[in-house]
């Protein structure tokens, strides 16, 4: 090819690469004018100088929810193994695994044979030295005994007295009863077995309060305090919610995980019904009143390099406001910016928008009308 042919070829390349950029870089502005004339009363070009249609929505507002979440651990006030105060063979067992026993209800009887014979023969010795004394009383009131004779009596009445009680005792040793009311464990026992003071009996656990232990961060430290309401689940019924409420809060935060220990009280008798058991994981929330937030349509939200806006409509004109996003809420978004609650803000017709432009709500100015495109239907 010629070389005037070649010069000639990218001379038209230059022009045309020239002319897309310049299209490119004014794209905005002639938008603006189409969209302009679009808008303009009639359906006519930008020299109309007609407002923007746009749809609105006034700002309202909500209180912000504030959660915490935490894996806790079920416990009961009062939980323990039962061990024999003697050593001696099992005559019976008086309970099974889940029983709910009374306080003081016999759990288990050890051989006592040895222990009945000799709380009667203490018994027998109290009442010969209750007799001694009777008689030396007696004689003393007649001056016909010796002071020192009747306090021998008087002691060794009282030594007798003392021999029943420690016979009584070691007789009492010999059934094994419940400290509290609350539900037995297992047992490996039989009649036969011989226990001594190391054998575990079973386990009893106070189940008329449930406890759950927790972590929440150390932000809320300041936020947490006795009586605040929790609810929790457990997995064995995930759809079953337990009430319950903060007993106690931990004075210190741990400084290697930089959380704060919480203890709450479970509703007892759903826990029991979901079949929630000391040691048990369960799930607890914890919901802390938040703050009053503005809250708006998330149709409004717009978002380019500098963050989320907004479009809002002051006098008639188009302002952009950029906000924070703080929280969602079903179609409503919580935000912070220089909002207040009944402003205007732009829900649809964005796209068409720029600061100071003139605006006009559509439903008010022009009924029956499409305000995407600013016609007539």
């Given at each position: 090819?010629?070389?005037?042919?070649?010069?000639?070829?990218?001379?038209?390349?230059?022009?045309?690469?020239?002319?897309?950029?310049?299209?490119?870089?004014?794209?905005?502005?002639?938008?603006?004018?189409?969209?302009?004339?679009?808008?303009?009363?009639?359906?006519?070009?930008?020299?109309?100088?007609?407002?923007?249609?746009?749809?609105?929505?006034?700002?309202?507002?909500?209180?912000?929810?504030?959660?915490?979440?935490?894996?806790?651990?079920?416990?009961?006030?009062?939980?323990?193994?039962?061990?024999?105060?003697?050593?001696?063979?099992?005559?019976?067992?008086?309970?099974?695994?889940?029983?709910?026993?009374?306080?003081?209800?016999?759990?288990?009887?050890?051989?006592?044979?040895?222990?009945?014979?000799?709380?009667?023969?203490?018994?027998?010795?109290?009442?010969?030295?209750?007799?001694?004394?009777?008689?030396?009383?007696?004689?003393?009131?007649?001056?016909?005994?010796?002071?020192?004779?009747?306090?021998?009596?008087?002691?060794?009445?009282?030594?007798?007295?003392?021999?029943?009680?420690?016979?009584?005792?070691?007789?009492?040793?010999?059934?094994?009863?419940?400290?509290?009311?609350?539900?037995?464990?297992?047992?490996?026992?039989?009649?036969?077995?011989?226990?001594?003071?190391?054998?575990?009996?079973?386990?009893?656990?106070?189940?008329?309060?449930?406890?759950?232990?927790?972590?929440?961060?150390?932000?809320?430290?300041?936020?947490?305090?006795?009586?605040?309401?929790?609810?929790?689940?457990?997995?064995?019924?995930?759809?079953?919610?337990?009430?319950?409420?903060?007993?106690?809060?931990?004075?210190?935060?741990?400084?290697?995980?930089?959380?704060l220990k919480v203890e709450a009280s479970l509703d007892a008798d759903t826990a029991n019904a979901v079949g929630v058991k000391p040691g048990m994981s369960v799930v607890v929330s914890l919901g802390f009143a938040g703050e009053k937030r503005m809250a708006i349509s998330a149709l409004s939200i717009q978002w380019d390099r500098a963050g989320s806006y907004i479009?809002?409509?002051?006098?008639?004109?188009?302002?952009?406001?950029?906000?924070?996003?703080?929280?969602?809420?079903?179609?409503?978004?919580?935000?912070?910016?220089?909002?207040?609650?009944?402003?205007?803000?732009?829900?649809?017709?964005?796209?068409?928008?720029?600061?100071?432009?003139?605006?006009?709500?559509?439903?008010?100015?022009?009924?029956?009308?499409?305000?995407?495109?600013?016609?007539?239907?």
């Amino acid at each position: 090819m010629p070389l005037w042919k070649q010069i000639l070829v990218c001379a038209v390349v230059l022009l045309l690469a020239a002319g897309g950029w310049y299209a490119f870089q004014h794209r905005d502005s002639w938008g603006g004018e189409s969209r302009a004339a679009a808008a303009a009363p009639g359906g006519g070009r930008a020299g109309g100088g007609g407002p923007t249609l746009v749809v609105t929505e006034a700002v309202s507002s909500e209180m912000e929810s504030d959660q915490v979440r935490a894996v806790g651990t079920v416990k009961v006030p009062r939980s323990i193994n039962i061990y024999p105060q003697v050593s001696a063979i099992v005559n019976e067992v008086l309970f099974k695994a889940g029983d709910k026993v009374r306080k003081d209800q016999p759990l288990v009887r050890l051989d006592d044979a040895d222990q009945r014979v000799a709380l009667d023969l203490a018994n027998i010795a109290l009442k010969d030295a209750q007799a001694a004394l009777d008689r030396a009383q007696k004689l003393s009131a007649s001056r016909n005994l010796a002071l020192s004779a009747l306090e021998d009596a008087q002691s060794a009445e009282r030594k007798a007295q003392i021999a029943v009680l420690g016979a009584q005792i070691a007789l009492d040793r010999r059934t094994i009863t419940a400290p509290f009311e609350g539900v037995v464990g297992l047992s490996d026992l039989a009649v036969g077995d011989f226990v001594t003071s190391s054998t575990v009996v079973t386990t009893l656990d106070d189940v008329s309060t449930l406890l759950v232990s927790f972590l929440v961060p150390e932000r809320y430290a300041g936020r947490v305090a006795e009586g605040l309401a929790v609810t929790a689940t457990a997995a064995s019924k995930p759809d079953a919610t337990i009430s319950g409420k903060v007993t106690s809060v931990d004075t210190r935060i741990d400084p290697s995980a930089r959380t704060l220990k919480v203890e709450a009280s479970l509703d007892a008798d759903t826990a029991n019904a979901v079949g929630v058991k000391p040691g048990m994981s369960v799930v607890v929330s914890l919901g802390f009143a938040g703050e009053k937030r503005m809250a708006i349509s998330a149709l409004s939200i717009q978002w380019d390099r500098a963050g989320s806006y907004i479009w809002t409509v002051v006098d008639d004109v188009a302002k952009r406001l950029p906000i924070t996003v703080l929280e969602r809420q079903s179609g409503r978004v919580l935000v912070s910016g220089e909002l207040k609650e009944g402003d205007k803000v732009v829900v649809e017709g964005l796209q068409r928008l720029r600061e100071g432009s003139k605006v006009a709500e559509f439903a008010a100015a022009a009924p029956g009308a499409n305000p995407s495109t600013g016609k007539g239907s």
